[in-house]
């Protein structure tokens, strides 16, 4: 099957992006931000020179989704997907179209706000060496992927390249306050009991996921950027859910995996990935939107 080019770069004449992260570019509309999502996929830090069609696309539609259905617990920075509302625009309407948000400027507050279910990932590889993860003690004996008895808060710091760095909510009260981070972390267990919810009834199992909050000058508080998104959480198939092992999921690990079997270094030159990796993880994006929305890919 054939698909339309990766968008590995948005090119709109004369503007040029205020920044560029591994998925989106950023575009300063004054008291508003247009974000478009690429195509671009990363992994082990580094962004990889193929691109997975339509991915830009998913995530945003799901965001979309997301932010509608969670206003009731945190007002987030979304005034419109639909591109024909973003001013000045209608020239770049077929690139921008379905893959693009105009939003509120905020400050955004230099916490990832991490809800986790399950043990995995990082998460994992510090309860083996600590039994505990951010702080917070497990009890001992469980299995990796295994669910925790209620879901934890576990923020991180934002890093501009790199990982982030998992921190205790204590060491993030310091960094940013204490009263601000109880309510984040009140937020974040808030949208991942939703999210997990609906999930569970799509035949999904949301293991974890990362928010990021901001600040009006009003000093409301928002959130921003993506919401429940494969690339921001961790989504198993609850069909194939078996703990003692890691899950297959509907996320970029088919990407890490490859990188993985051909065994490279983790350093440039970055590989490109062979057509049936691009398809497969496409697949895996598409499938999980289907799931959880319930339709289609809305085509341009």
Same mark, same amino acid.
């Given at each position: 099957?054939?698909?339309?080019?990766?968008?590995?770069?948005?090119?709109?004449?004369?503007?040029?992006?205020?920044?560029?992260?591994?998925?989106?570019?950023?575009?300063?509309?004054?008291?508003?931000?247009?974000?478009?999502?690429?195509?671009?996929?990363?992994?082990?830090?580094?962004?990889?020179?193929?691109?997975?069609?339509?991915?830009?696309?998913?995530?945003?539609?799901?965001?979309?989704?997301?932010?509608?259905?969670?206003?009731?617990?945190?007002?987030?920075?979304?005034?419109?997907?639909?591109?024909?509302?973003?001013?000045?625009?209608?020239?770049?309407?077929?690139?921008?179209?379905?893959?693009?948000?105009?939003?509120?400027?905020?400050?955004?507050?230099?916490?990832?706000?991490?809800?986790?279910?399950?043990?995995?990932?990082?998460?994992?590889?510090?309860?083996? %060496?600590?039994?505990?993860? #951010? !702080? $917070?003690? +497990?009890?001992?004996?469980?299995? @990796?992927?295994?669910? *925790? &008895?209620?879901?934890?808060?576990?923020?991180?710091?934002?890093?501009?390249?790199?990982?982030?760095?998992?921190?205790?909510?204590?060491?993030?009260?310091?960094?940013?306050?204490?009263?601000?981070?109880?309510?984040?972390?009140?937020?974040?267990?808030?949208?991942?009991?939703?999210?997990? %919810?609906?999930?569970?009834? #799509? !035949? $999904?199992? +949301?293991?974890?996921?990362?928010? @990021?909050?901001?600040? *009006? &000058?009003?000093?409301?508080?928002?959130?921003?950027?993506?919401?429940?998104?494969?690339?921001?959480?961790?989504?198993?198939?609850?069909?194939?859910?078996?703990?003692?092992?890691?899950?297959?999921?509907?996320?970029?690990?088919?990407?890490?995996?490859?990188?993985?079997?051909?065994?490279?270094?983790?350093?440039?030159?970055?590989?490109?990935?062979?057509?049936?990796?691009?398809?497969?993880?496409?697949?895996?994006?598409?499938?999980?939107?289907?799931?959880?929305?319930?339709?289609?890919?809305?085509?341009?």
């Amino acid at each position: 099957m054939s698909f339309d080019a990766p968008l590995l770069s948005t090119q709109l004449n004369g503007l040029l992006p205020q920044a560029r992260g591994k998925v989106r570019d950023i575009f300063d509309l004054g008291d508003r931000l247009l974000l478009v999502a690429t195509d671009r996929i990363s992994a082990f830090d580094y962004v990889l020179p193929s691109g997975i069609p339509d991915k830009g696309r998913i995530l945003t539609q799901l965001s979309l989704f997301w932010f509608e259905r969670t206003g009731h617990i945190v007002r987030n920075h979304i005034v419109s997907g639909n591109v024909d509302d973003f001013p000045g625009m209608a020239a770049h309407a077929q690139i921008l179209r379905g893959r693009s948000m105009l939003v509120r400027k905020t400050t955004p507050i230099p916490i990832e706000c991490v809800a986790r279910g399950y043990l995995a990932g990082s998460g994992w590889k510090e309860y083996k %060496a600590t039994g505990t993860v #951010c !702080g $917070i003690a +497990l009890p001992p004996g469980l299995r @990796e992927s295994d669910r *925790l &008895p209620a879901p934890i808060f576990t923020p991180a710091t934002k890093a501009s390249s790199g990982h982030d760095v998992n921190i205790s909510e204590q060491d993030a009260g310091h960094l940013i306050g204490t009263e601000l981070i109880g309510r984040l972390r009140d937020l974040t267990l808030a949208l991942y009991t939703f999210g997990a %919810a609906h999930a569970e009834s #799509c !035949g $999904i199992i +949301l293991a974890d996921t990362k928010f @990021e909050f901001g600040v *009006l &000058p009003s000093a409301d508080l928002l959130l921003i950027d993506e919401a429940l998104t494969p690339d921001s959480s961790r989504y198993w198939p609850r069909d194939q859910y078996e703990p003692g092992r890691p899950q297959p999921s509907f996320d970029k690990q088919f990407v890490r995996d490859f990188l993985e079997d051909i065994h490279w270094n983790k350093q440039p030159p970055v590989p490109a990935l062979p057509d049936w990796v691009v398809t497969g993880t496409r697949d895996k994006y598409l499938e999980a939107f289907r799931r959880l929305t319930g339709h289609d890919l809305p085509w341009p």
